[in-house]
């Protein structure tokens, strides 16, 4: 496995720290030869010349500090007869881990590689960079539980005539990041059928809100190819945003490592986004399944029931207010009945009376 690329800044914080090595590296090397002028040209005497020595050396230290201190880059430069100029700590335990080789200043590299593939797969960019093409390479050795990547930048060394002499290479270990993205592929090609029977827009991104993988109903629903989606951003295409908002699922899920959710309004749709987190098996977070649903057709029937309800409730209002008023109305002309029965009965009872008299 084999990418290149020209020499170009990259935006991860790994090859920033990177960079700032380099400023530094080249900053102390330019102290160094501009002391070492100053020695060669040193007239004033032998005290003045002994100082010079001196600071060269400080600088060197310095210089060779700053390349030994960082751990988790192979360092080494080489003439253009493939010779070693230098190399750190890092790259003398990587040439003994992969080839039981333990490299001497002076000897060509490919002397301690045992692997001819590795030979000529390497010297290949030893060469365009010693032809003068600045570039970078991600390479991968080894096999098995034994297979390592890098991120390989090459460059000239460039004297002061000009001329080519050599070269420097700078090696980062990448493998835990390549061996994620190559789970998440992996989970996406295993569940790549089922993604594509689902209606949704099912789709696994990766921590940066990269996508990894989309079922068929992704393209469709965001009108987009699978090239093109690749270069978008959840955000940007579920969205429209050129950032994370405030409270988008995908950040709430990477705080809460849980299952988040997000329903809103998208000009004539409604939109619901659930995100579930997705662990390697140090329970890493690596990516997450991303499911977008259209519910505007849900939202719509749930709105006409609102409005149903609402009615529904006017009407038992007004038809309560209605009967209220029969109510009253039937409590009065049973009081007016009653009062009326009332007085005939009394009239009847003064009739008998009356009638006893007559008698």
């Known amino acids: 496995m084999q990418k290149e690329e020209k020499t170009k800044v990259m935006k991860n914080q790994d090859y920033k720290t990177r960079e700032q090595l380099l400023k530094e590296i080249d900053h102390l090397s330019a102290k ?14 032998q005290h003045s010349g002994n ?15 700053s390349l030994e201190s ?5 360092i080494l430069s080489l003439d253009n007869k493939y010779q070693y100029l ?28 045992t692997r001819k593939d590795d030979i000529e797969n390497i010297k290949a960019h030893y060469d365009k960079a010693l032809a003068g093409e600045g570039h970078s390479i991600t390479e991968e050795y080894g096999t098995g539980d034994a297979r390592y990547f890098f991120e390989v930048r090459l460059n000239p060394i460039i004297d002061g005539k000009e001329e080519i002499i050599g ?23 295993n569940w790549q059928t089922t993604f594509d029977a689902i209606a949704d827009a099912v789709s696994i991104i990766d921590v940066n809100y990269q996508f990894s993988s989309c079922n068929s109903s992704t393209y ?42 997000l329903i809103f309004n998208e000009k004539d749709k409604w939109l619901k986004v659930t995100v579930d987190p997705i662990f390697d098996d140090k329970k890493q977070l690596i990516g997450a399944v991303h499911v977008v ?36 109305k039937l409590d009065k002309a049973i009081k007016v009945f009653v009062g009326r029965e009332k007085r005939i009965r009394d009239l009847e009872k003064k009739v008998r009376l009356m009638g006893g008299k007559v008698k």
Not at 32 to 45: M, N
Not at 101 to 111: M, V
């Open 32 to 45: 160094v030869d501009e002391f070492e002028r100053s020695e060669s040209q040193e007239l004033a005497g």
């Open 51 to 65: 100082q010079c020595q001196s600071e060269i050396i400080r600088m060197k230290i310095l210089l060779e500090s």
């Open 70 to 74: 960082q751990k988790d880059l192979i």
């Open 86 to 113: 230098y190399f750190n700590r890092t790259h003398a335990e990587s040439m003994l881990n992969s080839y039981g080789s333990k490299p001497q200043i002076g000897n060509c590299i490919f002397d301690y590689m």
């Open 167 to 189: 070269i420097t290479s700078f090696a980062q270990n990448i493998t835990e990041r390549i061996e994620a993205e190559e789970k998440i592929k992996n989970i996406a090609a």
């Open 220 to 261: 469709s629903f965001f009108n987009i190819n699978a090239d093109d989606i690749k270069t978008k951003k959840c955000y940007r295409l579920v969205h429209g945003t050129s950032e994370p908002f405030k409270d988008c699922p995908v950040e709430r899920m990477k705080k809460s490592k849980k299952h988040e959710t």
């Open 293 to 328: 649903s259209d519910i505007t057709k849900r939202k719509l029937v749930e709105q006409e029931l609102e409005k149903s309800r609402d009615t529904l409730e006017k009407t038992v209002k007004e038809r309560t207010r209605e009967l209220e008023d029969q109510n009253m």
